[in-house]
């Protein structure tokens, strides 16, 4: 299991040596539902409670290599899905933060890295498209568009059979776009579509609608979380990736032209699990989370403090501190939203799988929790 010392890093870092690879960007695939391309949760889960909603979050489950890793975790999120003994703090649904396979997004990738190790999930998954979900191999006989398979899973429009699903029984999602907002009683979800480049890029369309979204969002803050959700992380430590500048710079200029900042932002990509802090000039201090540990074989390391590599010291990083990270386990997210006569909390558990293999249960590694309303 991972260690819970004191880290000493504190700050995310760029990483030098990292090239931005902006000509990987792949055209959208056409909507499948109707602008402003909502999906009410209720039409997917009809008896989700109206006072408490509880679901998965992880990214990055896919992988062909050492699968046990990403059979771990589903199997603990499953036995979570199961357990008597959780009662009404069990798991309702999974989103997932994107990379459902690797290293291309064909349908033949989804059977032994998606379909397979969730088959005895019991919930509806909903997801948002990861850069390798979306890359197309150029050597690929079929010429696939980028994100066909993917559209065929998540963004069917009506739940049916999955041609390419096997034995698992996984009926298509219904989401209406590969950005949408999933609406439900306690949440409203923003979840964008980052594309295929290592850093991200978000196209001026999308950028206007999210700006849309989070302006009609904010008029039922009382009642709703809002969460934002994306591939790419905005701000990282880790010696793979580090930040992105242009997720940095998409994010802080939505949310100052919104006028709108939310209560947490998702992100998986990076392969470990980081939770920040960042304030912002006007006093709001905005969780941003990584949960991007979900099963690929390799993780992510944090950068030690001083390396030249990875630099920490631009003021573009400023006001954003590292509270926790995970980077020697996989693992996966707890999402709880409660409201009460009394309080209204969005509370998070990260699960640290045991990775070792000597049979452990995951065991809470971070809890958080956001004062909401």
Known sequence: MP??????????????????????????????????????????????????????????TGGLVSPVFKHRVA???????????????????????????????QEEEYYPQFFEPYRNYPNPIFAIAGNHDADVDPFDENEPNSLDAFVKVFCDTASKSIPFSGDSGRKSNIQPNVYYVLKTPLANIIALYSNVPRFGTITPEQKEWFINEL??????????????????SAYSADTNHGSSLHMQVFLNAAFSEAGVWPDVVFSGHVHNYQRFSKQYPNGKTVPFIIAGAGGYAELHKIA???????????????????????????????????????????????????????????????SFTIKLG
């Open 3 to 60: 260690s819970s010392a004191a880290h000493k890093r504190s700050r995310p870092v760029f990483k030098t040596a990292a090239f931005d690879d902006q000509e990987k960007f792949q055209p959208l695939p056409q909507p499948t539902g109707k602008f402003p391309y909502h999906l009410n949760i209720l039409d997917v889960l009809p008896g989700l409670p109206a006072n408490k909603i509880v679901f998965h979050m992880a990214g990055d």
């Open 75 to 105: 199997n603990e999120m499953i036995s979570q899905c199961n357990a008597d003994a959780v009662g009404e703090d069990r798991p309702q649904f999974f989103f997932h933060l994107g990379d459902v396979v690797y290293n291309f997004g």
């Open 304 to 366: 030690q403090p001083g390396d030249p590599a990875f630099p920490d010291q631009s003021n573009l990083l400023d006001n954003v501190y590292l509270e926790k990270y995970c980077d020697d386990s996989h693992g996966f997210l707890k999402i709880t939203i409660e409201k009460t006569t009394a309080d209204f909390t969005l509370k998070g558990d990260y699960y640290a799988a045991d990775d070792s293999g000597t049979g452990l249960a995951a065991a809470i590694y971070d």
């Open 215 to 232: 302006i009609a969002a904010n008029t039922t803050r009382s009642g709703k979380a809002l969460i934002v959700c994306l591939h790419h």
